[in-house]
């Protein structure tokens, strides 16, 4: 079964980079892409990133994947007061034939 | 423009059965799985299972298996999620959301409905 493990929390000031991991097993990021998503506060989530390092339509250049082994990430550069949010790493299992969610990561802006 | 609208709040007492619908409009219901997702207070996302609106076909996380069913009625392009016997940990938000892509069940969510409080209380 495949857990994917996150930091419960990242944070920057305006302007910086932050990045954060999602991390897995060979069975799980090591063998399908990753999709992160965005929960802003009192929010549906949201899609953010698809197979690995694609952004849907409307979602800034600011928002980038990339996926290497059995670990993922999500890079936010140019950080912005509504970056404030949750954000989750996300694939299907093919063993669970389902959804496997990471445990979230809240970026606080300070 | 591609959408999905979900039921509104519910308050049940453990033990009972609720029913959520989602309904969606913008596009061909049937070539899009739908999946349903929760959030517990202050919790993250749980993955619940997903129906195939063209087939009818379904699966579940184990956890759910013999407590949840999903429907769907074509007719009017809404999905539905009935979860039984409920108790007070299914407290939570519960949300339907689209597959990305047509004809496939292992996508990204790329739709998601606004989600339905389900409070359950004594």
């Known amino acids: 079964q495949s857990v994917l493990t996150q930091p419960p929390s990242a944070s920057g000031t305006p302007g910086q980079r932050v990045t954060i991991s999602c991390s897995g097993s060979?069975?799980?990021?090591?063998?399908?892409?990753v999709n992160w998503y965005q929960q802003l506060p009192g929010a549906a989530p949201r899609l953010l990133i698809y197979s690995d390092d694609q952004r849907p339509s409307g979602v800034p250049d600011r928002f980038s994947g990339s996926r290497s082994g059995t670990s993922a990430s999500l890079a936010i550069s140019g950080l912005q007061s509504e970056d404030e949010a949750d954000y989750y790493c996300?694939?299907?299992?093919?063993?669970?034939?389902?959804?496997?969610f990471g445990g979230g990561t809240k970026v606080t802006v300070l | 423009q591609v959408q999905l609208v979900q039921s509104g709040a519910e308050v049940k007492k453990p033990g009972a059965s609720v029913k959520v619908s989602c309904k969606a409009s913008?596009?061909?219901?049937?070539?899009?799985?739908m999946h349903w997702v929760r959030q517990a207070p202050g919790q993250g996302l749980e993955w619940m299972g997903w129906i195939n609106p063209y087939t009818g076909g379904t699966d579940f996380a184990q956890k759910f298996q013999g407590r949840v069913t999903l429907t769907r009625d074509t007719s009017i392009s809404t999905a539905y999620m009935d979860l039984r016997r409920l108790r007070s940990d299914d407290t939570a938000v519960y949300y339907c959301?689209?597959?990305?892509?047509?004809?496939?069940?292992?996508?990204?969510?790329?739709?998601w409905g606004q989600g339905t409080m389900v409070t359950v209380s004594s």
């Open positions: 060979s069975s799980g990021i090591g063998s399908n892409t």
């Open positions: 913008g596009y061909t219901f049937t070539g899009y799985y």
């Open positions: 996300a694939l299907w299992d093919d063993s669970l034939f389902g959804v496997v």
């Open positions: 959301a689209r597959l990305r892509a047509q004809n496939t069940v292992t996508d990204a969510l790329d739709i």
